[in-house]
C-alpha cells in the first residue's frame, strides 16, 4: 500500500513520462497482460493510454489491471494510468520510495 506521499511522487515521476500502452476495444487479452508484466518488471512504473473506443471505463480498467498485474494504481488522469510494481528484476534502475 503507497502512502500519499509515496504516491506523489510517484505522480510526478510519471507526469514526464510517455504512456507505453493503449488500450482500445476489445478485451483484456493474455498478450495484452503479458506485455504489461514485463513492462512493470523492466520500468516498475508505467502509463496506460485508455482510448475513447475501450470497452471499459478508466477507473475499471484501472482496478482490473491492478488486480491481474498486483500493481498498485498510483492515479488515473483523464484516460491515462499509472501503475506501480516493486521489480525483484536485477540490472534495473529501481525508484527510491
Do not use: W
Not at 11 to 16: C, D
Request: proline share 1%; with cysteine.
Amino acid at each position: 500500500m503507497l502512502s500519499s506521499k509515496q504516491r506523489a511522487k510517484l505522480k510526478g515521476l510519471a507526469s514526464t513520462q510517455p504512456a507505453i500502452f493503449q488500450i482500445g476495444k476489445g478485451e483484456i487479452s493474455d498478450a495484452l497482460i503479458e506485455g504489461l508484466d514485463a513492462a512493470l518488471s523492466a520500468r516498475e512504473l508505467i502509463k496506460v493510454s485508455v482510448l475513447r473506443n475501450c470497452d471499459y471505463d478508466a477507473d475499471d480498467l484501472m482496478r482490473v489491471l491492478e488486480m491481474k498485474l498486483r500493481a498498485e494504481a498510483v492515479c488515473r488522469i483523464g484516460s491515462k494510468i499509472v501503475l506501480y510494481r516493486y521489480s525483484d528484476k536485477k540490472g534495473i534502475k529501481h525508484i527510491e520510495l
